[in-house]
């Protein structure tokens, strides 16, 4: 009798080390040589899987690196645990954006690459969903209805505006270290936080 099989393609553990392999491909091909055009022919030679194999996962290679820029900026990036406070918002905004920062400056040629030229807005909208997820989750541990849903819009405004940051920054438009584009986000998320949360009188 043949074992069952996954119920989707997210479950085949198959699919599943194919499109990894697509993932690294992509990035060691970036990081290799960031100006060389890659064929899906390099891609799959690289991951050593098919073409046929390829479309299983991905429409194009520019889908394919956006992806893998997505995934790899997470493993810095990690969900923000701890309860952002009036006092604290800005040391922590700072903290928690700084290592991924950094990483990105060491890894800039691969990030301008899979912002430039095909980027969708679809891929900005989900990096900065990501962001905001990944930023400020809290402000205290029993926050009204209305206080989390301006929690949550205030989040896609930092991120918004903090990807736009990024964005120019990696293109050249913005100069400075990690440090001090890390301290411009921080500032910038207290003083929303600061408008959207205290009062008139208490800013």
């Not at 069952?4 to 699919?15: A, E, G, I, M, S």
């Not at 920062?101 to 807005?121: C, K, N």
């Not at 402000?139 to 206080?147: C, E, G, K, V, Y």
């Given at each position: 009798?043949?074992?069952?099989?996954?119920?989707?393609?997210?479950?085949?553990?198959?699919?599943?080390?194919?499109r990894?392999?697509?993932?690294?491909?992509?990035?060691?091909?970036?990081?290799?040589?960031?100006?060389?055009?890659?064929?899906?022919?390099?891609?799959?030679?690289?991951?050593?899987?098919?073409?046929?194999?390829?479309?299983q996962?991905?429409?194009?290679?520019?889908?394919?690196?956006?992806?893998?820029?997505?995934?790899?900026?997470?493993?810095?990036?990690?969900?923000?645990?701890?309860?952002?406070?009036?006092?604290?918002?800005?040391?922590t905004?700072?903290?928690?954006?700084?290592?991924?920062?950094?990483?990105?400056?060491?890894?800039?040629?691969?990030?301008?690459?899979?912002?430039?030229?095909?980027?969708?807005?679809?891929f900005?909208?989900e990096?900065?969903?990501?962001?905001?997820?990944?930023?400020?989750?809290r402000?205290?541990?029993?926050?009204?209805?209305?206080?989390s849903?301006?929690?949550?819009?205030?989040?896609?405004?930092?991120?918004?505006?903090?990807?736009?940051?990024?964005?120019?920054?990696?293109?050249?438009?913005?100069?400075?270290?990690?440090?001090?584009?890390?301290?411009?986000?921080?500032?910038?998320?207290?003083?929303?936080?600061?408008?959207?949360?205290?009062p008139?009188?208490?800013?």
């Open positions: 009798m043949s074992e069952p099989q996954p119920r989707n393609k997210d479950d085949d553990p198959r699919l599943l080390r194919t990894r392999a697509l993932l690294d491909a992509v990035v060691a091909l970036v990081d290799a040589d960031p100006s060389q055009p890659i064929s899906i022919t390099k891609l799959v030679e690289t991951a050593g899987v098919t073409r046929p194999t390829f479309y996962h991905f429409p194009d290679v520019s889908s394919a690196l956006q992806r893998a820029a997505l995934e790899r900026v997470a493993t810095v990036l990690p969900p923000f645990a701890g309860v952002c406070t009036p006092e604290t918002i800005e040391q905004v700072t903290q928690h954006a700084l290592p991924a920062l950094i990483h990105i400056d060491a890894h800039r040629a691969f990030y301008l690459r899979s912002i430039e030229g095909t980027a969708t807005a679809a900005f909208e990096l900065v969903q990501f962001v905001s997820q990944r930023m400020l989750t402000t205290t541990d029993d926050l009204s209805p209305l206080a849903e301006k929690l949550s819009q205030l989040s896609d405004v930092i991120a918004g505006g903090s990807m736009w940051l990024v964005v120019r920054w990696i293109r050249g438009d913005l100069q400075g270290t990690p440090a001090d584009l890390a301290a411009r986000m921080a500032d910038t998320a207290r003083l929303l936080y600061l408008a959207q949360f205290l008139a009188e208490g800013r």
